[in-house]
């Protein structure tokens, strides 16, 4: 058990000194989506996406009670939008990278939502009386490179070691498209979703013709300001959005970059652990031939390796 403490915490330590030295700052920066979505000012975008999403036609922005936890971190990311409407504890967030652990993360919001929520009402839970707590809801915009369907449905119980009936335990993400040409009927009814699509689809298609992630936003945000795509607010907030996407993208590049050095590192110590192993019962076989004055196998080991693996599995079956 020390031992794999010990290599737990030096994996943790390889881990850290990776991100140090990518300078990945754990303090989160505001996403733009998290700003056209999540921003009290913009509650009314809020709004329209709720309505877009359960075909309602809610029209008081006062009605929205803000959930987006500030001081909530997992994984190097807070909760992007979070809200109370219509008994609906409602929790979105923008994806540009496909993740099947959602529902977990979404779990673990929620939760904190809920306690929240519960410590606001002065809920009693040892009461002998049920207490009601919002629906929840969880959607993931998603506007990666990946292929997907428009819409996917991602549950918690597909991450279970142990399979459970279905309905039994379960948390559930949806998942929808937000790329050029998927949930065409959502973005519709949404016209800010929709324009942040079509401003997102614009810098990659720049990406895609061959410019640089500077100047492909760059002119993504003139071409946006001049064909009214969110034109009031990125002409009001220009900089600080290029920012925001110029840092959004260095921080995926720095995260795909480390997790392909993390699985090398990884592949690296499996050889070596591997190895260790292998020594370790060569070792173990030959003082079992000496004790067993089995001189003739001692030497036939030196030189035929499939002979030594044969007497591997013969003293111990279960290695």
């Not at 409407?85 to 939502?113: C, I, W």
Request: net charge positive.
């Amino acid at each position: 058990m020390k031992r794999n403490n010990r290599k737990s915490f030096a994996k943790r330590g390889k881990k850290e000194q990776r991100n140090r030295k990518a300078g990945i700052n754990r303090n989160h920066k505001d996403r733009l989506f998290i700003k056209l979505f999540g921003s009290p000012e913009n509650r009314g975008n809020m709004l329209s996406l709720y309505n877009a999403l359960n075909g309602t036609e809610y029209v008081d922005v006062d009605a929205l009670e803000l959930y987006t936890l500030e001081d909530v971190i997992y994984l190097g990311m807070k909760n992007d939008v979070g809200y109370l409407l219509d008994s609906y504890m409602v929790l979105h967030e923008q994806q540009s990278t496909y993740n099947p652990n959602m529902p977990l993360r979404g779990l673990f919001y929620h939760a904190k939502m809920y306690e929240k929520y519960i410590k606001q009402r002065g809920f009693d839970l040892y009461s002998t009386t049920l207490k009601k707590i919002p629906t929840p809801q969880f959607y993931v915009f998603y506007n990666g490179d990946k292929e997907t369907e428009d819409r996917v449905e991602l549950k918690l119980s597909d991450a279970f070691v142990r399979p459970v009936a279905k309905g039994k335990f379960e948390w559930t993400a949806i998942m929808l498209n937000i790329n050029k040409g998927h949930n065409t009927e959502l973005l519709h009814k949404c016209e800010t979703l929709n324009e942040y699509s079509l401003f997102i689809d614009k810098i990659k298609e720049g990406i895609k013709s061959g410019m640089d992630i500077e100047p492909a936003v760059n002119v993504a945000v003139d071409w946006a300001i001049h064909n009214g795509v969110l034109s009031e607010y990125l002409s009001l907030h220009k900089s600080e959005v290029v920012g925001m996407i110029l840092t959004e993208y260095d921080e995926k590049k720095v995260m795909e970059n480390l997790k392909k050095e993390s699985y090398a590192e990884g592949k690296a110590e499996g050889k070596a652990e591997g190895k260790a192993e292998e020594r370790e019962l060569s070792n173990n076989l030959i003082l079992k031939l000496i004790s067993l004055n089995r001189i003739d196998d001692l030497k036939r080991l030196a030189s035929d390796s499939a002979y030594r693996d044969k007497m591997i599995k013969e003293f111990f079956p279960d290695k």
